[in-house]
């Protein structure tokens, strides 16, 4: 159920959500471990699971989230929760390793990573125009991996074919990394909001093309 969507109280639990204040359609949450470091995103309703539960060790960010629930048996009143748009959930710190974890590649990320930028013509173009070209082709053992990877659009990738640039005689433009933890969240948001924006542009890598 949307959070703008009304619907008569009931009795029952405390957390069945009927609208909030200020109407937003399914907001993401941010969540970070305890020592800020950015995890995950979560919806509004996992967010108040966690906020009824006491396990928000704290909150940030300038955007709030007013949601109403049911009506309590023991008390007659109806419960409210107010979700922050970043939320620390308690708990051990994420590992070293877990924030060094390499995020899943997709075409939609590399694009947002590459700025939709083709690496060998230069130009800007929409993503029904682009593909993903491995730098060393996969027919010559290359990965298909953050590192071997870039953008290109289709008349650059069938120009260059099953070769290597060199081979094709087309110079890239710009390298390839691999996405961070707070990079990938950022690439995988359509709706991320200026605040949560924000945060996560403090933990953007210094190759970052987001900068």
């Known amino acids: 159920m949307r959070p703008s969507e009304r619907r008569s109280p009931q009795p029952g639990p405390e957390l069945q959500i009927v609208r909030s204040s200020p109407p937003i359609r399914r907001p993401l949450i941010l969540t970070l471990d305890t020592q800020g470091q950015p995890h995950r995103w979560v919806t509004w309703q996992h967010a108040i699971f966690y906020y009824s539960r006491n396990m928000v060790a704290w909150d940030a960010g300038e955007a709030c989230f007013t949601f109403h629930g049911g009506i309590s048996r023991k008390t007659g009143q109806r419960s409210i929760i107010t979700a922050n748009s970043i939320i ?41 125009r682009l593909t993903r070209d491995h730098i060393r082709p996969v027919s010559h053992g290359g990965a298909d991996t953050w ?27 710009y390298a390839p ?35």
């Open 177 to 211: 990394y691999v996405p961070n933890k707070a990079e990938y969240l950022i690439l995988s948001n359509r709706s991320i909001l200026a605040d949560q924006m924000d945060f996560l542009a403090h933990h953007l890598p210094s190759q970052s093309r987001l900068r």
């Open 88 to 128: 620390a959930i308690k708990g051990r710190a994420l590992s070293s390793r877990t924030l060094r974890q390499i995020p899943p590649l997709t075409n939609r990320e590399l694009f947002h990573r590459d700025r939709h930028i083709c690496a060998y013509c230069g130009r800007e173009h929409q993503a029904l």
């Open 147 to 173: 590192m071997n990877v870039v953008t290109a659009c289709r008349n650059c990738n069938q120009r260059k074919g099953a070769n290597t640039p060199e081979q094709a005689h087309m110079m890239l433009l």
